[in-house]
């Protein structure tokens, strides 16, 4: 069986010229054998992308030389499967959205706790642990103990904290799914005014991964939803046991997709009523094309083996 990789990194640096940019990366991944997404905007790249070691490591490489730096935040996971179907590469205004302008994260973002710290400094009962992602994302998995603002979208965050019994002087310990969402928000809390904030050096997935290989107590609960294929990945980091609703984007359990309001690529019980009329006849014809496409690609294999 073939080995893939997945690699998830970002770097929060100024980019001028994005559109100029996206060309050159689109000419040079038109080479290689890469799918997945990297959002480009002025203040730096976001990218998930999957496919073999060598290809994935001359796109970093080739990122790097672009925007002259040496290093970029990254999480590497092996799979055994392609989890994206395409390559995308997207202009944005922000790579992580919180709606707030312009940011300086590398002056303002919270201090840095490495993973082998990280035990320690969520079990003192005097630090406020605080999850910055979304509500559907912490239903699937937390620490224990953290708080839940239960936002809808990041951009929500903001206007969340301020009704959080989170005190300016309080001990603060932030974390995310890989460290982009913490980067931004510990900036806009320590610009705010809150003085004693840290956050979870590379994320969730930092911590899984050091937490397994050094076979160390493991304080995280549940699975940790992540933004490819493999919708949730577990304790031990393998591909989790959820399903994902296609209408909506969240994570589903196989229950679910018993419900009547469940419909493949459409609808789930969560967002059934959230979604409209015209929202779900859309995800349906898409549906149906992707459905017929299968098919079609079924009948021309087995004429081939014929």
Known sequence: MKNFFIYSFYRFKEINDIGQLKIIFDNFLIKKKVKGTILIANEGINGSVSGTKIDLDDLLNFIKFKLK??????????????????????????IVSLGQGIIDTNKYRGNLIDPKNWNKIISDKNTKVLDVRNEFEIGIGKFVGSINPKTKSFRQFPDIIKKLKIKKTDKIAMYCTGGIRCEKSSAFMKMKGYRNVVQLEGGIINYLEYINSKNQK?????????????????????????????????????????????????????????????????????????????????????????
Not at 69 to 94: A, G, H, Q, S, V
Request: aromatic share 10%; proline share 3%; with cysteine.
């Open 69 to 94: 730096i040496r290093k970029l935040e990254i999480k590497i996971n092996k799979t055994d499967f392609l989890p994206f179907n395409r390559m995308k590469i997207r202009l944005k205004k922000e």
């Open 218 to 306: 493991n304080l995280w609960q549940g699975e940790c939803f992540v933004f490819d294929d493999r919708v949730t990945v577990n304790r031990k980091l393998l591909k989790g046991k959820y399903l994902q609703c296609y209408g909506c984007r969240r994570p589903i359990t196989r229950k679910e997709t018993k419900s009547k309001f469940y419909k493949k690529g459409v609808s789930c019980p969560n967002c059934y009523n959230e979604r409209t009329l015209k929202q779900k006849q859309r995800s349906n014809m898409r549906q149906m094309q992707i459905d017929d496409a299968i098919i079609n690609k079924s009948h021309t294999s087995f004429r081939k083996i014929k």
